[in-house]
T-cell receptor, first 116, second 115 residues
């Protein structure tokens, strides 16, 4: 079984400041890692994912995340946030083996609040 | 192109009634997933379809929940004899194939309120 912990339920940040949203996971098997974003009144949208290769992954809207296997972390970062980044951010994992049968295991989400 | 659509967007029902939630995946996507998001919780995986086959139904919360899919098209999630704890947003997602790294595209969800 897998579990995902998002350490902060809410993160307030001033506009144009950097931000880091933390994600740690636990799994007995190797996993792929994902970050999804949910803007107000919209569905979930993939920000980025780590499958293999370079541990630094770049996604949409200037976000990036770094996979750290030893610390079982996949923290999301952005060097300069905008008001439009206000949203709920979800970290998720999926076992590499097993195909689709396992589904994604999500964290509880982090609400990013951008203050002007 | 069109994304994943779900209907209804909102459903209010009385305890004990049956409800049916519908999901239209992206055309050509063979894999389809149902999730539930209860207030203050992360998304909870319910069931997965590859084509019209669901290999594992153990993620469904109780025997009041059932799901089916017609070919590689529409899926319905049915909840019988609804209870207040069934209140949640039910999300559907589809992916091109069922490889573990395939991106899942989510619909806007159905918000179910059981009074």
């Amino acid at each position: 079984a897998q579990s995902v912990t998002q350490l902060d339920s809410q993160v307030p940040v001033f506009e144009e400041a950097p931000v880091e949203l933390r994600c740690n996971y636990s799994s007995s098997v190797s996993v792929y890692l994902f970050w999804y974003v949910q803007y107000p009144n919209q569905g979930l949208q993939l920000l980025l994912k780590y499958l293999s290769g370079s541990t630094l992954v770049k996604g949409i809207n200037g976000f990036e995340a770094e996979f750290n296997k030893s610390q079982t972390s996949f923290h999301l970062r952005k060097p300069s946030v905008h008001i439009s980044d206000t949203a709920e951010y979800f970290c998720a994992v999926k076992p590499i083996s097993g195909g689709g049968a396992d589904g994604l295991t999500f964290g509880k989400g982090t609400h990013l609040i951008i203050q002007p | 192109g069109a994304g994943v659509s779900q209907s209804p967007s909102n459903k209010v029902t009385e305890k004990g009634k049956d409800v049916e939630l519908r999901c239209d995946p992206i055309s050509g996507h063979t894999a389809l997933y149902w999730y539930r998001q209860r207030l203050g919780q992360g998304l909870e995986f319910l069931i997965y379809f590859q084509g019209n086959s669901a290999p594992d139904k153990s993620g469904l919360p109780s025997d009041r929940f059932s799901a089916e899919r017609t070919g590689e098209s529409v899926s319905t999630l049915t909840i019988q004899r609804t209870q207040q704890e069934d209140s949640a947003v039910y999300l559907c997602a589809s992916s091109l194939a069922s490889r573990a790294g395939d991106t899942q595209y989510f619909g806007p969800g159905t918000r179910l309120t059981v009074l």
